[in-house]
């Protein structure tokens, strides 16, 4: 090294500082823009609220737009909604809030307001007003990431599928995922009663179908089946604590104690991805899940019940990622086809419509690239998405047969994904992509639809 080279590297040193520090503020810059738009989250620029959302986000897009006006005490809002909405006033006034042990009635103006021409619908904070202790745990839900019901909706729209696909398709995301904006999702409108919520039930609505099959694991396992047989007489106005109850429900598991969190205690999270289930931190996960089942198991029984998942995932990752490989080997040697640049390009992916690229796996992001991908590719994502996810929440929550099912469905989709990948590297020539490829039903829609 030379005497001068020393004080150059300095000043290039500032510089790459000077550049690192203007991208930063660049790139928040950016993030900020991206959310000023109609829509909300990150590509809110890139699409309009329909008017049914202002019910889902409420703080984002509510606003009263009927013909009623006027400023009314709660009586009044009963009397004549009674009418009205017999519906409503009939699940309130069996609710505590119209007959509160202790403190005033709460009338419907505490939650909506009394000006009629400015109504709000009452999201989190307005029930966090009065119930600080449930606000404040399911908002600590943010420290845990994802998943969480206290990110679901950031999530929702934050996923590109959201914006790429015609909203007339996704819309009910945001129906699932409103979970992180109210308060309504357990505890219906408008008996907000913690006796429903304890039930499994509460939760069936949004935790169903092929990428998380809780309810048909949790209806499987021996807790599902004490709660079919015997759930209708037990006293559900009793908390989520130990003797309560015989059999445990979601809510008992998730929410042990009554906690409004269901983030803290995860190990494996949604089964997406590969993680160490030893760490210091799961170590700490897999204490609380022992404490808990220890209600009614003994402890070194139910350690070895949750080992049984570790050792079911610890048999699913290599599953998963041969088919990757697979997959990946085809794509370097140009035998994916339609291949990413005859394909019509996701509106929100300007990289990938210039250097188009078959996106594999977690780390590339083929969650959300599902769609327009050549058959050997859907089949991949449906190993992942259903067969794989399906076997991990049948080893969760004790459904064998689940755990038996998603395997098969596992190997017999390997099997297939490498037939067809040995079916492709023997033809001559590829096959030409068919014009449905180069215009597709998504093309360019979101621009001008969404
Ligand atoms: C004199 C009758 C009357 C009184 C009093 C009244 N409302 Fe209404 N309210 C209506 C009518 C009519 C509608 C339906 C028309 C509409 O959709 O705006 C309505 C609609 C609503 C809606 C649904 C709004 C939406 O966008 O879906 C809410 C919530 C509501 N009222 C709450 C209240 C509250 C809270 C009070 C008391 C502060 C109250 N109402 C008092 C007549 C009344
Ligand atoms: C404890 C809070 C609370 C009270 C008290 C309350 N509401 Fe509501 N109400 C809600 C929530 C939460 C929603 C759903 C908000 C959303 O969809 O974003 C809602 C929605 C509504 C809707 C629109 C949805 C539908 O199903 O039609 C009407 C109408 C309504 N309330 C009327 C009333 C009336 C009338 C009363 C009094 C008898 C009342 N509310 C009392 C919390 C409350
Ligand atoms: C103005 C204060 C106030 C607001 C706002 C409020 N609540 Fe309540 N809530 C109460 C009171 C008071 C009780 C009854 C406590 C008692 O009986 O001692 C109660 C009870 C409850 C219960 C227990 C019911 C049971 O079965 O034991 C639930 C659940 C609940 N509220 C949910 C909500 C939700 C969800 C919201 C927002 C949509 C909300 N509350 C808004 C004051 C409020
Ligand atoms: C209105 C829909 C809805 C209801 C009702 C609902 N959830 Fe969820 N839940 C979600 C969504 C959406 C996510 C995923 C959020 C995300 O994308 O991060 C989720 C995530 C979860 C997670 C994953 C947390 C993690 O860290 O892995 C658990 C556990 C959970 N919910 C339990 C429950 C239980 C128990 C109930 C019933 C007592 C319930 N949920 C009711 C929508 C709902
Ligand atoms: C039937 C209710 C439901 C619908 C509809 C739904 N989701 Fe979800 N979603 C969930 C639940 C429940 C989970 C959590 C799964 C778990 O932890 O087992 C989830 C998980 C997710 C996750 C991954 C969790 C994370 O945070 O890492 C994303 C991303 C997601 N959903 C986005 C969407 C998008 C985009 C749509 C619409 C195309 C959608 N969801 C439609 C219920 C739903
Ligand atoms: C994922 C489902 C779920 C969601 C979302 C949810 N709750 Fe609950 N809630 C429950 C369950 C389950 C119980 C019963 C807990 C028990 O048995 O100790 C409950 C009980 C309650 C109670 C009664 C507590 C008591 O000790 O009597 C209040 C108040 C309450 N919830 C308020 C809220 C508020 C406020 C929100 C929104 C921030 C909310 N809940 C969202 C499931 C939920
Ligand atoms: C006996 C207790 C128990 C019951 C009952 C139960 N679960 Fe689970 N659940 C678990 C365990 C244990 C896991 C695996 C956690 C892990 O990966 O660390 C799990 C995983 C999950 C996950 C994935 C993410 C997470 O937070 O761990 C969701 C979502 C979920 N359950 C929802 C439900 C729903 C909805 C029901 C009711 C239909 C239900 N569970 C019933 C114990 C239970
Ligand atoms: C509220 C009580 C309760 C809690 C909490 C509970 N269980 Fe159970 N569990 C039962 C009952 C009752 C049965 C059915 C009787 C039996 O087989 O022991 C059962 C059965 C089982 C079975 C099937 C038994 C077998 O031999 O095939 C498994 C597996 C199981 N539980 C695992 C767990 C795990 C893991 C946890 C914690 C994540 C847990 N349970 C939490 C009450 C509970």
């Not at 600080?132 to 599928?161: I, K, Y």
């Not at 021996?222 to 559900?236: I, M, T």
Request: one cysteine or more; a neutral charge; charged letters at 25%.
């Amino acid at each position: 090294m030379s005497t001068s080279s020393r004080p150059r590297m300095a000043r290039y040193a500032w510089g790459v500082l000077v550049v690192t520090v203007l991208a930063i503020a660049a790139g928040y810059g950016w993030v900020a823009w991206s959310k000023g738009g109609p829509g909300d989250g990150l590509y809110s620029r890139l699409w309009q609220p329909d008017k049914v959302f202002g019910y889902w986000h409420p703080v984002r897009f509510y606003g009263y737009e009927g013909p009623m006006s006027g400023r009314f005490e709660g009586p009044q809002c009963v009397e004549c909604h009674s009418a009205l909405t017999p519906g409503v006033v009939a699940d309130w006034r069996a609710s505590r809030h119209a007959t509160p042990k202790d403190g005033k009635t709460v009338y419907c103006d505490s939650c909506h307001g009394n000006d009629h021409a400015k109504l709000r619908m009452p999201d989190k904070t307005v029930c966090g007003g009065c119930h600080a202790t449930q606000h404040a745990q399911f908002q600590d839900e943010r420290r845990f990431g994802f998943p969480s019901h206290a990110l679901a909706t950031e999530r929702a729209v934050d996923a590109p599928h959201f914006v790429d696909k015609p909203k007339a398709e996704v819309t009910a995301c945001l129906q699932c995922h409103s979970v992180a904006s109210k308060c309504d999702s357990c505890h219906t409108r408008h008996l907000f009663s913690a006796a429903e919520a304890r039930r499994p039930e509460a939760c069936i609505t949004c935790h169903s179908g092929p990428p998380h099959p809780d309810d048909e694991t949790f209806f499987a396992s021996a807790h599902g089946k004490r709660y079919l047989a015997e759930g209708d007489k037990w006293d559900w106005s009793k908390p989520l604590a130990k003797g309560n109850y015989k059999a445990p429900t979601c809510a008992y598991c998730h929410m042990s104690g009554g906690k409004h969190q269901v983030a803290d205690k995860t190990i494996w999270k949604f089964g997406l991805q590969e993680v160490n289930p030893l760490t210091s931190g799961n170590q700490v996960r897999r204490t609380q899940w022992v404490a808990m089942c220890s209600d009614c198991h003994d402890a070194e029984w139910s350690r070895q019940q949750l080992a049984g998942l570790d050792a079911e995932r610890k048999r699913a990752w290599p599953l998963l990622y041969a088919a990757e490989r697979e997959l990946k080997g085809l794509r370097s040697d140009g035998l994916l086809h339609p291949t990413a640049d005859e394909r019509p390009p996701y509106p929100l992916d300007k990289p990938g419509a210039l250097f188009a690229r078959e996106r594999i796996g977690y780390f590339e992001g083929q969650s959300s690239a599902f769609y327009n991908v050549s058959p050997i590719e859907r089949d991949y994502f449906e190993m992942w998405y259903f067969d794989n996810l399906g076997a991990y929440k049948g080893a969760a929550h004790g459904a064998p047969d689940a755990v038996a099912r998603g395997h098969e469905k596992m190997n017999t989709a390997l099997e297939n994904i490498k037939q067809k990948a040995q079916t492709l590297r023997q033809q001559d020539k590829p096959p030409a992509a068919a014009p449905w490829w180069a215009e597709g039903e998504y093309t360019g829609h979101n621009k001008e639809h969404n």
